[in-house]
């Protein structure tokens, strides 16, 4: 992925010489998909936008974590040029077995690859800005979606951590981010002893009870500056019919399931005004080995989603017509989770 050819894709782009504008953000989990996000971040900045609060789950937790820690779309863009996507697959003796490599770690580990990887070199990348820990950013600073399948509960970190007896000021970032996209079976879950409950918590993807989570930092009345959701799909779409024709089809519906269906009303409603919606075309969450036209059509895929999206912005019109007659709780569609399913 050249960098230089990256960048033509923004020839014409001009900063609108505005003053710096507030805004929140939250980034949908989509895999290897998030690359995508690069694109329309650097149209978002490039029109004057300055992110107060940052939210995302699964891939969209890396971003809204680099975002957090102070990086640019420019810089990671550089980040993500220098990653070998299939380098993330944490194996172990397991995988390099014949024939059974991709079955005997699901059977006695519950996932295909270990997630640790990932979680080194995010420690890395936010080291390079002096951030480890949550209590290293501003308070509520950046906010990140887990999925605690013991209790079918959603985890928001590193508001929840008092739950489980700990501090947002020493629990490190990259392990939220190891929890929040630690996809089903394709990675490990990750088990969490805590000192408020010693027996461990199997943490999985935030993405099966909140992949979109726009409506965290919803407040009462009229906000002060507008909350942005970056969305890897098209606008208002339909999935097209999967047939079902047996066990292997039926568990790859029930999984696009969980990942789409418990935000689709948040997104159908006044969020949809508020979303930048990206096309991902025929690219995979867990297409770990992009090629190099899969990457540059992913970002300007995002870059025209971004482009495309301002030009129909006006954030005074949006709260005549979503906010200034409605209500919105602080803490928004959570209370309504259900209690989901258990693993054991």
């Known amino acids: 992925m050249q960098e230089g050819k990256l960048f033509q894709l923004q020839r014409g782009f001009s900063y609108k010489g505005r003053e710096k504008m507030q805004a929140d953000a939250v980034f949908e989990g989509g895999g290897v998909k998030g690359i995508a996000f690069i694109g329309a971040l650097q149209v978002m900045e490039l029109n004057g ?18 975002l957090a820690a102070g990086y640019r779309s420019s810089e990671i863009l550089k980040l993500m040029q220098s990653l070998e996507y299939r380098d993330l697959l944490g194996r172990t003796w397991m995988n390099e077995v014949p024939v059974l490599g991709n079955v005997l770690p699901i059977v006695s580990k519950s996932g295909i690859y270990v997630n640790n990887i990932l979680e080194k070199k995010l420690e890395q990348w936010l080291g390079h800005k002096n951030i480890r820990t949550f209590g290293d950013l501003t308070p509520g600073k950046l906010s990140i979606i887990a999925s605690n399948v013991s209790n079918g509960k959603m985890v928001v970190l590193p508001e929840d951590l008092h739950l489980y007896g700990l501090q947002a000021s020493s629990f490190p970032i990259a392990l939220a981010v190891r929890m929040s996209t630690s996809l089903p079976f394709f990675y490990q879950p990750y088990l969490w002893q805590t000192p408020a409950h010693p027996k461990p918590h199997y943490m999985l993807d935030g993405g099966l009870l909140s992949n979109y989570p726009i409506w965290l930092f919803d407040v009462e009345g009229t906000p002060r500056w507008p909350t942005f959701g970056f969305r890897l799909s098209e606008k208002r779409t339909y999935a097209p019919h999967q047939p079902i024709r047996g066990p292997l089809s039926l568990f790859k519906g029930m999984f696009r399931t969980m990942l789409q269906a418990h935000d689709q009303r948040h997104v159908d409603s006044h969020a949809e005004n508020r979303t930048i ?20 059509f992913l970002l300007h895929s995002g870059t025209q989603a971004a482009l495309s999206f301002l030009e129909g912005w006006n954030f005074e019109r949006y709260k005549v017509r979503f906010r200034e007659s409605s209500v919105f709780s602080s803490e928004g569609p959570r209370q309504e989770q259900d209690e989901g399913f258990l693993y054991h």
Do not use: H, M, Q
């Not at 936008?49 to 680099?66: D, F, M």
């Open 49 to 66: 936008y300055k992110w107060e609060r940052l939210a995302g789950t699964s891939a969209g937790s890396i971003i809204a974590a680099l």
């Open 277 to 296: 919606f990206i096309p991902t075309g025929n690219v995979t969450t867990t297409k770990f080995d992009l090629t190099e036209e899969d990457k540059e």
